[in-house]
């Protein structure tokens, strides 16, 4: 008889456990679908890189206008029946649905309006993309405003899938561009220590733009450059991305400019890029 009221007191005692932890997991599921309605948010971005996670998944790095760089995951994008799929391949340009977790970001949907196709079968053409893209992972910055830069990137894109403006010059103003966006562009309106300009000037890597006659004690770097050469920098600094793949130049200009450009970047940006290698074998050959 006793043992029958403890066995029975059990009983009640871990079914009121069953239904205690019951009751939990339901509170909890529900508040995981509220949290996920109130942490989404849909961002206007380019996917940067995609790499493979566990057997299905992908970590995605985007560039958004509302959040800068961020990092998601996008469940099951390895799957054939996803979704998600072609819509987390680097160089996608879309709006993104992502919900905000406590410490990433996953990505409950996507839609894309413009996939940049072209460069699937235009490898050149793919490895300036992968060294943009580079470019932009290294410069942006997570919560940052990347307005600019993403813009920039999307500009670029557009330019590289038109055969009108040459690739080597894409590159120029891309570099130009981003590395200015970044407040680390040259000083090419005048002489960097005296203002002036009128009086010819060299550029110095070194101290970082131009220098005149009279302020070029100790630079040893200065190198003339073709006035045009001079305007072209000006005109891509200054220009807003829009505007900025409108122009052609001469052959001249263009080895001036990727011959400057190219040590300015060597100076400047702290970073080897593995795309880069891949695209100067391609385009020396
Ligand atoms: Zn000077």
Not at 241 to 258: A, D, H, I
Request: aromatic letters at 12%; glycine letters at 8%; proline letters at 3%.
């Amino acid at each position: 008889m006793i043992i029958c009221v403890i066995k029975g007191f059990l009983y009640v005692r871990r079914s009121w456990n069953d239904m205690e932890t019951s009751f939990r997991r339901t509170a909890e599921a529900w508040q995981k679908v509220r949290d996920s309605a109130v942490n989404q948010i849909t961002v206007t971005g380019m996917v940067l890189s995609s790499v493979p996670i566990g057997e299905y998944d992908k970590r995605v790095v985007i560039l958004t206008k509302e959040r800068g760089k961020i990092a998601a995951f996008a469940r099951g994008a390895r799957k054939q029946s996803s979704p998600l799929g072609g819509s987390v391949m680097p160089f996608s340009f879309g709006e993104f649905t992502i919900y905000e977790g406590r410490t990433s970001y996953t990505m409950v949907s996507a839609s894309i309006s413009n996939y940049f196709a072209e460069l699937r079968n235009d490898v050149e053409g793919a490895y300036y993309g992968f060294y943009f893209m580079d470019i932009a992972n290294y410069y942006a910055k997570e919560a940052n405003d990347e307005t600019k830069l993403l813009k920039l990137l999307y500009q670029t894109f557009r330019a590289l899938v038109k055969p009108s403006i040459p690739n080597r010059l894409i590159r120029c103003i891309f570099e130009l561009k981003a590395i200015s966006i970044n407040g680390e562009g040259p000083q090419v309106f005048g002489c960097l220590v005296c203002g002036d300009k009128e009086r010819p000037v060299k550029f110095s890597v070194k101290r970082g733009g131009l220098v005149c006659g009279e302020c070029d004690k100790g630079i040893y770097d200065g190198v003339r450059l073709h006035p045009s050469t001079i305007y072209t920098m000006q005109y891509i600094i200054s220009t807003p991305v829009e505007k900025l793949y409108t122009f052609n130049v001469t052959g001249e200009v263009l080895e001036e400019l990727q011959y400057i450009i190219g040590k300015y970047m060597d100076a400047y940006v702290d970073k080897s890029f593995k795309s880069l290698e891949i695209l100067e074998g391609l385009i020396n050959v």
